[in-house]
């Protein structure tokens, strides 16, 4: 019963997103490579989730950077600097967490994992620069971090008597105030300008933090399959947000790029 409503989940997961990335992305080249990963993706978690076999879960979600990024690169080229840090930073978190057992693999991917959603920081930071907090837009974003600071405070809570490691429990607890900087810079990018990247920006934090929340709650709290299904179906919806996001980065950078050359063009001509 427990294995028809995993493969059912995974079906329905599977529909929602080739239906909403085929009918965006079909048309390229590189973008028919990359679905054609993510079914593959896909239809291996299917097979570790009916089969019980959390390893093929851990495996396809430590490889789902490389593979992804690597479409990327084929077409784009470039990358930017910030982009590559975090990058690493995230897979060398998935590649560590596929080693639970071991106390030294949970510090490096506590670590990593807190460098990458502090790098993530940054880059939302950098979006609301002039950002005034004030009014009914300050009052909302101050209850929203209040009422997320309780919720990662319990979370806390919880761990805490289940984690014995100092160092294990101090990266962690920076993880939970990294998730819960991020979901506020997130939601005041999004306040601050309700554009598609922000908009993706705030998706993909949402899907990254509700992925690592889970990955709290099933390493530290219950081990239980449902968990890490709902963690790699969120964790990968948030790789390619990041995938939209880089690319949508990219694209605003070759468009500031021959702004620049045109505007140069031009005064030279004058």
Known sequence: MISSFKMYFFVIFAYLLMNTVVKNWIKSTTNRTFVLVLFILVILNIYGSVTDKTV?????????IPLFFSIYFIKNKFINNIFIALLLLAFVGDLFSMITANPMQLKITSAAYFCCYATLILIGVFRIKGFKFKGFVGAYLVIVFLLNGYFMYSLYGMMSYSISDVTELFFTTLQIIALLVLG?????????????QSIIFLMMSFCLIFSQVLNFVETYYISYNLFVILEWSSHIAGLILLYKYIVEHNRLRKKRMVIERISAAEKIAA
């Open 56 to 64: 093929v879960l851990q495996t396809t979600k430590a490889l789902s």
């Open 184 to 196: 506020f810079v997130a939601f005041a990018g999004y306040l601050n300008e309700d554009g598609r």
